[in-house]
C-alpha cells in the first residue's frame, strides 16, 4: 500500500518560498547578465518588474509563515533547513553581484548624461547676463534642456 503525505499549509507554503525564491534568484542572476554584457536592452523593464513581484511574493510567503507558526524556520526537518540555507545563500549572493552591476550601470548612466550635458552646453553658448541696481554684472551658466529618446 503507498503511503499518501498529506501536506499541511505550512509545508505548501515552505515550496512557495523555495519556489519564489529560485525564480528570484534566476531573475537576478538574468539581470545581471544581461547588463553586464549589452547595458540597456530591451528586455530590462519587464525583469525589473519580474523581480519585484518575486520579491513581493517571496515577502508574503515569509510573513505568511511566521503568522501560521512563529517556530517555523526551528520546526523545519534537518535537510528541509539545509535546503533553505542554501537557497538564502544563493539568493545572497545574486543580489549581491546584481546590484554591483546596477550601481556600475546607473553611475555609468550619470557620467554619459552629465557629458551629454557639458557638450550641449559648449554648443548651445547659453549664457545669461544679469545687471543688478548697483551696476554689477553677474554670469550664469543656464542649463540646455536636454532629452534623450532611447528607442531606436
Known amino acids: 500500500m503507498n503511503a499518501v503525505m498529506k501536506l499541511g499549509p505550512t509545508d505548501i ?8 525564491i529560485d525564480s528570484l534568484v534566476g ?7 544581461n547588463l553586464a554584457l549589452h547595458g540597456r536592452c530591451p528586455g530590462i523593464a519587464e525583469l525589473a518588474k519580474a523581480k519585484s513581484r518575486l520579491v513581493d511574493m517571496l515577502e508574503g510567503a515569509t510573513a505568511q509563515l511566521f503568522r501560521q507558526s512563529p517556530d517555523w524556520i526551528e520546526a523545519l526537518a534537518a535537510d528541509e533547513r539545509a535546503m533553505l540555507t542554501t537557497r538564502v545563500g544563493l539568493l ?7 546590484a ?6 546607473i553611475a555609468l548612466t550619470a557620467e554619459m548624461m552629465a557629458a551629454v550635458g557639458v557638450e550641449m552646453q559648449r554648443l548651445t553658448g547659453r549664457r ?4 543688478s541696481a548697483q551696476g554689477q554684472v553677474s554670469l550664469r551658466e543656464v542649463n540646455a534642456p536636454l532629452s534623450i529618446n532611447y528607442r531606436l
Request: hydrophobic share 40%.
Open 128 to 131: 545669461s547676463e544679469a545687471y
Open 27 to 33: 531573475v537576478m542572476e538574468e539581470e545581471s547578465d
Open 13 to 20: 507554503l515552505f515550496g512557495t518560498l523555495i519556489d519564489t
Open 92 to 98: 545572497r549572493d545574486a543580489a549581491a553581484v546584481n
Open 100 to 105: 554591483e552591476v546596477l550601481t556600475r550601470q
